[in-house]
């Protein structure tokens, strides 16, 4: 992920040491990995000091900064880069958390994994935070995370996305040829258990490590489907995500499906929009139904290559940071364009779609969107884990957030109720695809 205010790798508390700096009261060493100096509150400044790097040797010049905001001597306060806000550090949590290790270690009764107790306490300081999307991962976790944006992994072919309020991860699409497809899984289905563990209250993240695995392994998701639980048993397979599909419909209007926004996405978005252009499109409509988001970055790419330089969006920070998202070349989409949506559609769709809506190169047709507005930051920690943390809200250039509201079409076309229960939908059948059609032969 793009987001430079997130650029650490690893912040490694060393919570041994007390030292005093300066003349300033007792404060705690932090270490940052990458070498960044430790900026430590000293009365209304912020003393920057030497840190050396656990026997390396390495150090920095010692400089000061003004820090007007410093009121108070109560909490010392480490900084890491000044976009990043303030990390405090909490002597009680400190010894509490040591002093209840002492005693599991000298006293408790039964055997016990030190790892498990590690990874407990982790995975319960991100839970205490109540955001169904700021997750820490183990090793394995992360890696299965991190093989999926790269467009390949091992698993049943389904995406999947979770409500914000009841915490429901729902079937949002079905991977075509997929064991999940093969199986009968449906777009609304919900995801109730994985090889018989409940994961209704789990963050979607964990649910979906276990739902991948070894290629041509067993395994069994149960769904609920109109209140009622049906289980579906699959041999897990490579599935290589096809996440752009494009062809040129009646009247030379092209049509372009995106499925998710991934590393290799924005690559095969920029092919489909030269090739429908070398067959003379004389319209677009760009189906971002059922895409549950994925990487920013991505979004701006493909972005870029329908609106010329300039900002396109920005994302902003708790403490006020903001990082501008820029288009970069001199492209710039000529024909009418129109960008389907549904209640599934959600984050990255929503941040490229509203930028399309807001700067006038789309209109907006199906129904309001999920309302995501928020962006995760991927951090990879030095033992391997890693946390996906909430760290911004994102906006359109005129400074529109959607979150918990998401994207009001320019045009409501509600998707027929028969078709609602269907896996796969002709494009004849497709009512809101038919819709997009006959607006742009209008309009063209």
């Not at 880069?81 to 949590?93: Q, T």
């Not at 419909?249 to 429908?276: M, N």
């Not at 994302?315 to 710039?332: E, L, R, V």
């Not at 024909?335 to 807001?358: D, H, K, R, Y």
Request: net charge negative.
């Amino acid at each position: 992920m793009r987001n430079k205010h997130l650029r650490l790798i690893t912040i490694i508390i060393l919570l041994t040491s007390m030292l005093t700096l300066g003349g300033c009261k007792s404060a705690r060493l932090v270490w940052i990995d990458d070498g960044d100096t430790i900026a430590i509150l000293k009365g209304n400044q912020q003393e920057k000091t030497t840190a050396e790097n656990n026997g390396s040797g390495s150090s920095k010049d010692v400089a000061t900064v003004e820090d007007p905001s410093a009121q108070t001597e109560k909490e010392d306060v480490v900084t890491i880069p000044s976009s990043l806000g303030s990390l405090v550090l909490d002597d009680g949590f400190v010894r509490t958390e040591r002093a209840i290790e002492a005693y599991i270690v000298n006293y408790f009764l039964t055997e016990y994994s030190i790892d498990e107790l590690k990874e407990g306490a982790l995975k319960g300081m991100v839970e205490a935070l109540n955001d169904p999307y700021t997750t820490w991962y183990t090793k394995e976790e992360f890696d299965r995370m991190m093989e999926a944006t790269s467009g390949v992994f091992s698993g049943i072919g389904v995406v999947c996305s979770m409500t914000a309020t009841d915490y429901k991860k729902v079937i949002l699409s079905v991977m075509k040829d997929g064991p999940a497809e093969k199986a009968g899984i449906r777009p609304g289905d919900v995801i109730y258990k994985v090889n018989g563990e409940d994961v209704l209250e789990k963050d979607l993240n964990y649910t979906v490590s276990l739902m991948r695995g070894p290629v041509d392994t067993e395994v069994t998701v149960t769904m609920l489907r109109d209140g009622e639980a049906i289980d579906f048993t699959m041999i897990r397979a490579l599935i290589e995500s096809i996440t752009v599909g494009y062809e040129m419909l009646r009247d030379d209007i092209g049509y372009i499906a995106v499925s998710e926004f991934e590393s290799i996405t924005s690559k095969h978005f920029k092919q489909a929009v030269d090739d429908l252009e070398a067959q003379n499109m004389k319209g677009l409509i760009i189906d971002l139904r059922n895409n549950g988001g994925g990487i920013v970055e991505a979004a701006r790419e493909m972005l870029e290559y329908l609106i010329p330089k300039g900002v396109l969006f920005y994302i902003q920070g708790n403490d006020g940071w903001k990082d501008n998202y820029y288009s970069n070349t001199d492209k710039d989409l000529k024909v009418p364009c129109v960008i389907l949506m549904n209640e599934n559609s959600a984050s990255a769709s929503e941040i490229f779609a509203g930028v399309m809506q807001e700067k006038g190169y789309a209109k907006i047709m199906g129904v309001q969107s999920f309302g995501k507005g928020i962006v995760q930051s991927i951090i990879s920690l030095s033992d391997g884990s890693g946390l996906a943390l909430t760290t911004a809200y994102h906006y359109t250039e005129n400074g529109k957030c959607i979150h918990k509201i998401g994207i009001t079409p320019d045009i409501v076309v509600e998707l027929d109720e028969s078709l609602k229960s269907y896996s796969t939908i002709t494009m004849d059948q497709d009512n809101q695809l038919q819709a997009a059609i006959d607006y742009l032969v209008e309009n063209k």
